[in-house]
C-alpha cells in the first residue's frame, strides 16, 4: 500500500495483541465414538466424528435420485470444476425428510482423497453458527461423499454475479450482514487452542441460509497451524494474498485468510470481480477519494451513511496491506465491524 493509504488510515491502525483469543478444544468437538477403532474413517483421525453421521451409499443414491444431472447445484459445482477439483454436489432429501447438500469427491484422484481427508477433520471437529454444518459423510469403497445442510440461497457469487432479474439485489445491511458472518466464523477458526487457516475465503465459498447468514464452506484446504509449511499455490485466483503470490513465504499464516477476508469485503461491497482487479481498482478510487462511486451500482444510495461508508473501506485496506504483519487480527476485525 503507497505512502498516501498508509496515511490516510493512519487513524484506526492498533497495535496487535501477542496473541489471539483461544478456544479451548473441548469446546470444538462433537461426541465421539466410544470405540475409535470400528469408525472406517480413523485413518484420516476423525474418530471425533459422530459414528451415527455415517450415510450408507444407497441412500445418497435414493436422496439424488442416482446423482441425477438436474440435481447439481451449478453455482457451486462451477467452482469446484473451475479450481480443477472433479467433484460435484447435488441437492438431495434423505429418508427423514432433511434437504441436503450431497458432495461427491473424485475418488481417482489424490486431491479428492485429500480434500475429503481435510474436510473431515476439520468439519468433524467444530460447530459455530457462520461455518456450513456437516450432517453426514459415506466412506465406502471408491466413494467418498460430503453431506452438508442445504443451503436455500446459495452462494454469496451467485448473489454478486448471477442473480435472476426478478430477485431483489443484496442491499447494503445485507452484504454487512453477511461480511459480518464470515468475519466471525474465520475469528472462531482462528481462535481454536491448534488454530485453523481456511486458505480459500472467497465468494463463491461463501453459502447464505434463508435469512442470509453466511454459512463459510469448502475446507478442503484448510490447514492447522501446527502444520503450517506449504509449497501448493492454493485458494482462488484475486485472493491469494502477496506473499503467497510472490513465493516469498513457504509458511501458511492466519494473516493469508485476512488478506483474502479483505478482498472479499471490497467484493461485495463493490461488486467487482477479484479476477478482474478489484484490489487495484479499489485503491485507485481511493486516492481519489471515490468512496460512494465505489459501492456497487445495485444498491440504493439514499440508504448510505458515508461515515459508514469510510469505515468499511478502511478496514478493508487494512486486511489488503502488503505485508502481512501491517494486518489486523480477526478479533479486531470483528471488533471494528461491529
Not at 64 to 69: D, E, L
Not at 149 to 155: C, D, L, Q, V
Not at 259 to 277: D, H, N, Q, R
Amino acid at each position: 500500500m503507497d505512502n498516501y493509504l498508509k496515511a490516510l488510515f493512519s487513524c484506526i491502525r492498533f497495535k496487535k495483541p501477542s496473541h489471539q483469543t483461544r478456544t479451548p478444544a473441548s469446546q470444538t468437538r462433537i461426541r465421539s465414538t466410544n470405540n475409535p477403532q470400528h469408525n472406517p474413517i480413523t485413518t484420516y483421525n476423525s474418530y471425533y466424528f459422530d459414528q451415527y453421521s455415517r450415510i450408507s451409499m444407497a441412500e445418497l443414491t435414493a436422496a439424488t435420485k442416482n446423482f441425477f444431472p438436474d440435481l447439481i447445484l451449478r453455482d457451486i459445482t462451477e467452482d469446484i470444476l473451475a479450481n480443477s477439483r472433479l467433484s460435484f454436489v447435488y441437492k438431495g432429501q434423505l429418508s427423514n425428510g432433511l434437504v441436503v447438500a450431497v458432495k461427491k469427491l473424485n475418488s481417482y484422484d489424490f486431491q479428492g482423497v485429500r480434500e475429503f481427508r481435510a474436510e473431515m477433520e476439520t468439519l468433524g471437529k467444530i460447530r459455530h453458527r457462520n461455518i456450513l454444518p456437516i450432517v453426514g459423510y459415506c466412506d465406502s469403497d471408491n466413494d467418498r461423499l460430503l453431506v452438508f445442510k442445504f443451503m436455500e440461497r446459495g452462494s454469496l457469487a451467485r448473489w454478486l454475479y448471477g442473480a435472476p432479474s426478478d430477485e431483489t439485489p443484496l442491499s447494503w445491511e445485507r452484504r454487512i450482514k453477511i461480511i459480518r458472518g464470515v468475519a466471525n466464523g474465520l475469528l472462531y477458526l482462528h481462535g481454536l487452542e491448534n488454530p485453523i487457516t481456511h486458505r480459500n475465503i472467497s465468494a463463491s465459498n461463501i453459502l447464505l441460509d434463508y435469512d442470509f447468514e453466511a454459512q463459510i464452506t469448502h475446507f478442503g484446504l484448510a490447514k492447522r497451524i501446527e502444520s503450517s509449511y506449504s509449497t501448493d499455490l492454493v485458494g482462488t485466483m484475486g485472493y491469494w494474498p502477496p506473499e503467497y503470490r510472490n513465493f516469498s513465504c513457504g509458511k501458511v499464516t492466519l494473516m493469508g485468510d485476512v488478506y483474502s477476508f479483505g478482498v472479499l469485503m471490497l467484493e461485495i461491497a463493490t461488486g467487482w470481480s477479484p479476477k478482474e482487479g478489484v484490489v487495484d481498482r479499489a485503491k485507485e478510487m481511493m486516492v481519489q477519494n471515490s468512496k460512494k462511486q465505489m459501492i456497487d451500482s445495485k444498491i440504493t444510495r439514499k440508504v448510505l451513511i458515508e461515515a459508514n461508508v469510510v469505515k468499511y473501506f478502511k478496514i478493508a485496506f487494512l486486511c489488503i496491506a502488503e505485508s502481512p504483519r501491517e494486518r489486523p487480527t480477526m478479533t479486531q476485525i470483528v471488533n471494528l465491524l461491529d
